[in-house]
């Protein structure tokens, strides 16, 4: 179940929308709906600007706050994708980050330690509304750093994956298995893509599974 409280409303990219466009997204005016989000790109060239949370005016941790916009656009996308799953935050300090997002109002929903990755990692879980934030760093007991909080990358969901892979071609990589049972993932070649952030599209959640994990 999700809470909303501290919906995601908007993700601000300098990203050229054209570059959205052509991986099969329906783009109007520089913002395009997944969901209740909306992504505006700016153009600007320089990758993630900020992100707008319901009822949070200040910046989190250093991520920087930018006004909420509404996308004209539908979310139903020519490439199937209609949401975000979640969106992997990187942070030197999960303890620093942990007390700044639960300050601006965003509850821990849960959280793991992994070697999935090489070094271990300690995830944290947040809903932002119907958005998970997964908060990456290192695992207690492993030296912290000084590294500035950032967005990673951004997991979309398909309401079908094959689908989608048809309809991306080359941009999308084969589908596999995810972390949580019965969903599948595959990787966007962002770079390919033009887009600046790593991007991947899952399969929809399944009816009773669990949701605040990696994909």
């Not at 600007?44 to 916009?69: K, R």
């Not at 995810?178 to 991947?200: C, E, K, M, T, Y």
């Amino acid at each position: 179940m999700t809470d909303r409280n501290g919906q995601l409303l908007t993700i601000s990219l300098g990203d050229d929308p054209d570059a959205w466009a052509g991986a099969g997204f329906h783009v109007e005016d520089g913002a395009l709906g997944l969901g209740a989000t909306t992504l505006r790109l700016g153009g600007s060239g320089a990758g993630f600007e900020g992100w707008a949370l319901d009822g949070v005016d200040h910046p989190i941790d250093g991520l920087p706050s930018v006004d909420p916009v509404r996308a004209a656009s539908p979310t139903d996308h020519p490439n199937g994708i209609t949401s975000i799953d979640h969106v992997v935050v990187r942070t030197g300090d999960c303890d620093r980050t942990i007390a700044a997002f639960t300050g601006a109002g965003l509850e821990v929903r849960g959280g793991r330690s992994t070697t999935s990755y090489g070094a271990p990692m300690r995830q944290t879980f947040f809903w932002a509304g119907d958005v998970i934030l997964e908060l990456v760093g290192p695992d207690a007991g492993e030296p912290t750093t000084d590294e500035a909080t950032s967005i990673f990358g951004l997991a979309l969901v398909a309401v079908d994956l094959d689908a989608t892979a048809a309809h991306l071609g080359p941009l999308l990589g084969t589908p596999k298995p995810a972390v949580q049972p019965g969903r599948r993932i595959a990787g966007l070649r962002h770079r390919d893509a033009g887009i600046s952030l790593p991007i991947a599209v899952m399969s929809p959640h399944v009816r009773g599974g669990a949701q605040a994990t990696d994909g």
